[in-house]
C-alpha cells in the first residue's frame, strides 16, 4: 500500500516537471517560426481613436527591418483603440499591410 502511494507522488513529481519542459519547448518552436508570428514588447504612448492609431514605443521588429523606436501604427481592429491605453505594456505584432505599418496582434505584457 505505501509503495502504491510513493509511485503516485513519483508520477505527480514527474508531470509537474515535465510541465516547464514542455512549455519551453513550445516557446522555442514558437520562435523558430516565421519572424512575422513573434510578438516583441512594446509601451503605449498614444491612443488616438479620431486617426485610428496608436502610438506605441517598441523593441526591435525583424519582420518589418525596423530597429527600436517610438511610432504610430494602425490596428486591424478598431476595438482594441478602445482596450489600449497610454501606459500599457504589451506584447505584439506589426506587418505592413498594404503600405500602413498595422498591429495585427497584441496581447497585454506579462511583466
Ligand atoms: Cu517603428
Do not use: Y
Request: hydrophobic residues 50%.
Amino acid at each position: 500500500m505505501n509503495r502504491m502511494i510513493v509511485t503516485l507522488l513519483l508520477g505527480c513529481v514527474a508531470l509537474l516537471a515535465a510541465t516547464p519542459l514542455l512549455a519551453t519547448s513550445d516557446h522555442s518552436a514558437q520562435r523558430g517560426s516565421a519572424a512575422t508570428g513573434s510578438l516583441v514588447d512594446g509601451e503605449v504612448r498614444k491612443v488616438d481613436k479620431a486617426a485610428g492609431k496608436v502610438t506605441i514605443a517598441h523593441g526591435p521588429l525583424p519582420n518589418l527591418n525596423m530597429p527600436a523606436m517610438t511610432m504610430a501604427f494602425r490596428v486591424s481592429n478598431a476595438a482594441w483603440l478602445e482596450q489600449l491605453k497610454a501606459g500599457d505594456r504589451i506584447r505584439f505584432a506589426a506587418e505592413d499591410v498594404n503600405g500602413v505599418l498595422t498591429v495585427v496582434r497584441w496581447q497585454p505584457s506579462p511583466r
